[in-house]
């Protein structure tokens, strides 16, 4: 899911976010942010969700479904 990975850290460059913050204001560590940006690893559907609700973006674009 490299676009997955790809948009996630464009989102959180553009909130201002540090890896650590995003991952406080979502419920995960700062290393679950890395690894997902990193495209090491994929989020739970609940994840992918809250991190959609976060930016007020759909699943689908964060998954490269839409843009």
Do not use: H
Request: glycine share 6%; with cysteine; net charge negative.
């Amino acid at each position: 899911m490299q676009i997955f990975a790809e948009r996630l850290k464009e989102l959180r460059s553009e909130a201002g976010l540090t890896t650590k913050k995003l991952g406080e204001q979502i419920g995960v560590s700062d290393v679950c942010i890395s690894r997902w940006e990193r495209d090491q690893r994929d989020p739970s559907l609940e994840n992918a969700k809250n991190i959609a609700v976060y930016f007020k973006v759909s699943t689908d674009y964060l998954c490269g479904l839409e843009d």
